[in-house]
Each structure stands twice: as structure tokens, then as C-alpha cells.
């Protein structure tokens, strides 16, 4: 299997390694302004206060939520 940051031939699809790791397959071999672009996204909701979350930050924040909420009698529900 080739490594993500090889050139597969034309038309081929990338392979699953390379999907793994779309930040070195994709904007660096097929797409060449994506990270000026993807800079300027992320830029853009710093001004406007928009915040990016990945799946597993949230629900580690939802246990802790849930345990401090268990410990202080209170009903948490959103399961």
C-alpha cells in the first residue's frame, strides 16, 4: 500500500491509508491552495467567535458534565 504522501496513478482511487490522512494526500498532491484556504475558514470564525469541536473533546466534556451533575442530585438527560 502506498504512503499517504505518494502519488497514486491517474484515476486510481487513494487508498485507504491515504484517506486515513487527508491533510498530506489531498492538499498537497490534488488540491494545492486548500491550506491558504483552510486558513482563511479558520481565520474567519476566530473574528466571528465560532469555536470547532471534535467528536471526542465533546463527549469527554459530556462525562465530566454528567458526573458532576450526578454528584449534585440533578437529572441529566441528552443520552
Do not use: N
Not at 486548500?34 to 475558514?41: C, E, G, T
Amino acid at each position: 500500500m502506498p504512503s499517504p504522501g505518494r502519488s497514486l496513478p491517474p484515476g486510481h482511487p487513494p487508498s485507504a491509508e491515504a484517506r486515513s490522512f487527508p491533510h498530506t494526500f489531498y492538499t498537497e498532491t490534488q488540491r494545492p491552495g486548500l491550506r491558504d484556504r483552510l486558513r482563511q475558514v479558520l481565520h474567519s470564525f476566530d473574528v466571528t467567535g465560532i469555536k470547532l469541536a471534535d467528536h471526542h473533546g465533546v463527549s469527554g466534556h459530556f462525562v465530566r458534565f454528567e458526573a458532576r451533575e450526578h454528584r449534585a442530585g440533578q437529572a441529566v438527560q441528552g443520552r
